[in-house]
T-cell receptor
Framework: DTEVTQTPKHLVMGMTNKKSLKCEQH?????MYWYKQKAKKPPELMFV???????INESVPSRFSPECPNSSLLNLHLHALQPEDSALYLC?????????????FGEGSRLTVL | QQPVQSPQAVILREGEDAVINCSSS?????VHWYRQKHGEAPVFLMI?????EQKGHEKISASFNEKKQQSSLYLTASQLSYSGTYFC?????????????FGTGTRLKVLA
């Protein structure tokens, strides 16, 4: 199994809602990532988890809250988002965060904030 | 800090060749190349780990010049399936945790 699975594929939420994005991989990877991608722009790193611990936070606003319940799962909790947060959110994993291995990406969750 | 790619966009006819460049203002220890088709996730093409290393993947190859802090992706005899946006990715970070940062991207369209 070389897949990274993200749910939901599409999400529409209001600025007062609380929602979560989920990501799952069963490749035994110990590093997991959240990226944000706006249209026609490169993916922008948000968070890195290494061995289930938050390793990098790229100064992301607190309305985005990551969580790594176990080595296979990564969540992104969303609260009080702004319309400018509308984007494609990509989850990725790699064997380790301490070597330069390939990133495996999920299909992404397309978020629209009204 | 984000690597800069050139050109920003290129249109080719099937069978033509293209070169995509990636340039960084910081020292590069490795370079990754990814292709993203519209509405899909980025897909890994190759990693170059050493200065001067060249790698190939079918008719797509790449070089890495560590001294110039540059990498180039070569697409030979392009096919329709090569269309998409190409990103170089550089790796750096502190405390042993690597940050994968993507370049500005190059949109490639191959016409029949």
């Amino acid at each position: 199994d070389t897949e990274v699975t993200q749910t939901p594929k599409h999400l529409v939420m209001g600025m007062t809602n609380k929602k979560s994005l989920k990501c799952e991989q069963h490749m035994g990877h110990r590093a997991m990532y959240w990226y944000k991608q706006k249209a026609k722009k490169p993916p922008e790193l948000m968070f890195v988890y290494s061995y289930e611990k938050l390793s990098i936070n790229e100064s992301v606003p607190s309305r985005f809250s990551p969580e790594c319940p176990n080595s296979s799962l990564l969540n992104l909790h969303l609260h009080a988002l702004q319309p400018e947060d509308s984007a494609l959110y990509l989850c990725a994993s790699s064997f380790s965060a301490t070597n330069t291995g390939e990133l495996f990406f999920g299909e992404g969750s397309r978020l629209t904030v009204l | 800090q984000q690597p800069v790619q050139s050109p920003q966009a290129v249109i080719l006819r099937e069978g033509e060749d293209a070169v995509i460049n990636c340039s960084s203002s910081k020292a590069l220890y490795s370079v990754h190349w990814y292709r993203q088709k519209h509405g899909e996730a980025p897909v890994f093409l190759m990693i170059l780990l050493k200065g001067g290393e060249q790698k190939g993947h079918e008719k797509i190859s790449a070089s890495f010049n560590e001294k110039k802090q540059q990498s180039s992706l070569y697409l030979t005899a392009s096919q329709l399936s090569y269309s998409g946006t190409y990103f170089c990715g550089t790796v750096g970070g502190q405390s042993g945790t690597y940050k994968y940062i993507f370049g500005t991207g190059t949109r490639l369209k191959v016409l029949a």
